[in-house]
């Protein structure tokens, strides 16, 4: 079964600096899709980014960016140039590739955003 | 807006009396989804629904079903909630069933049993 794990169950940063959320993630597949979905408190979550296994390249949106290692498992996120509106609890997620999307996320890390 | 609507947000009941949840969409998609997120907790998927084709998790409990009576509804039936059952309630949907496709989620519905 392929299991998502979060290690950073909080985490915090100051406005305009970066921050990295850590995801670590274990499936026997070899292609499949992995995201980072943001729910900031009492909203719905939405999708930050996502990354497709076989594409090498690493995702990017605007102040987002994974470090997409496959060999090693790991899924990070970096958030460049923080702002107050990013603070959120951040997931982690998973899905197989060519089948129903079913996700499987991680437990989340809950980011602060301090001035 | 285009957007997933869930109903209530907040719902409290009581131990053993059957209760509804209900979700609406107006993305026209054809996959909709009910998560289970307890306190702390990862989401977990409970079922979905691609169009009319109901798929359920192999670990979700009897207690658990669902109705989609057309594509923009679809509605969580908990028939004896138990002192487990208050979670957080997400309902989801995506165009297509592919690894690919975004969920779009809606705001949740706190399920409080007394």
């Known amino acids: 079964a392929q299991t998502v794990t979060q290690s950073q169950p909080e985490m915090s940063v100051q406005e305009a600096e970066t921050v990295t959320l850590s995801c670590t993630y274990d499936?026997?597949?070899?292609?499949?899709?992995l995201f980072w979905y943001k729910q900031p408190p009492s909203r719905q979550m939405i999708l930050v980014i996502r990354?497709?296994?076989?594409?090498?390249q690493n995702a990017t949106e605007n102040r987002f960016s994974v470090n997409f290692q496959k060999a090693a498992k790991s899924f990070s996120l970096k958030i460049s140039d923080s702002q107050l509106g990013d603070a959120a609890m951040y997931f982690c997620a998973y899905t197989r590739a060519g089948t129903a999307s079913k996700l499987t996320f991680g437990t989340g890390t809950r980011l602060q955003v301090t001035l | 807006d285009a957007m997933v609507i869930q109903n209530p947000r907040y719902q409290v009941t009581q131990f053993g009396k059957p209760v509804t949840l209900s979700c609406s969409q107006t993305l026209n998609h054809n996959v909709m989804y009910w998560y289970q997120q307890k306190s702390s907790q990862a989401p977990k998927l409970l079922f979905h629904?691609?169009?009319?084709?109901?798929?359920n998790e192999a670990d979700t409990p009897d207690n658990f079903q669902s109705r989609r009576p057309n594509t923009s509804f679809c509605f969580l039936d908990i028939r004896s909630p138990g002192l487990g059952d208050a979670a957080m309630y997400l309902c989801?949907?995506?165009?297509?069933?592919?690894?690919?496709?975004?969920?779009?989620f809606g705001p949740g519905t706190r399920l409080l049993v007394l």
């Open positions: 629904y691609y169009d009319k084709d109901f798929n």
């Open positions: 499936t026997s597949e070899s292609d499949y899709y």
């Open positions: 989801a949907t995506s165009r297509g069933q592919g690894g690919q496709e975004t969920q779009y």
């Open positions: 990354q497709e296994a076989y594409k090498q």
